[in-house]
């Protein structure tokens, strides 16, 4: 019965965080743009790049947690441990992301502050 739990543990556990981790970076994504956009003084090039690492950056700090936080030598003996285990490491995982989320907008304000990047030459 203890494996039963394990893989009600594993499915709503992923599912939540990968639901999250995919509605998240639409979100922010979305409206992260506009920031992009006065941050960086409409440099569409830019502005494109910047977008794209920082999505790439949110995959991997949002799927790497996730991937080291799943216990593999945990046992448990009712679905309301399940769920109460689910519940704190999705917390955990929001919290980090807030955290995350926090460090970006504090950089993005920095940028905001010097005026922007200096523009980007073509590269041939």
Sequence with gaps: MAETYMT???VTYLGIC???IVWLARALHRAGGV???EAFQGNSTVVRAVGQLLDIGFYLVSLGYVAVSVNFAWS???LGQVAQFVCGKVGGFLLMMGF???FNMLL???FRRRGGMPAVAAVE
Excluded: K, Q, S
């Design 76 to 78: 448990f003996p009712n």
């Design 35 to 37: 920031l992009l956009e």
């Design 108 to 110: 993005l304000a920095l």
């Design 100 to 102: 995350v989320h926090l």
């Design 8 to 10: 009600t543990y594993y």
């Design 18 to 20: 990968g639901g999250l």
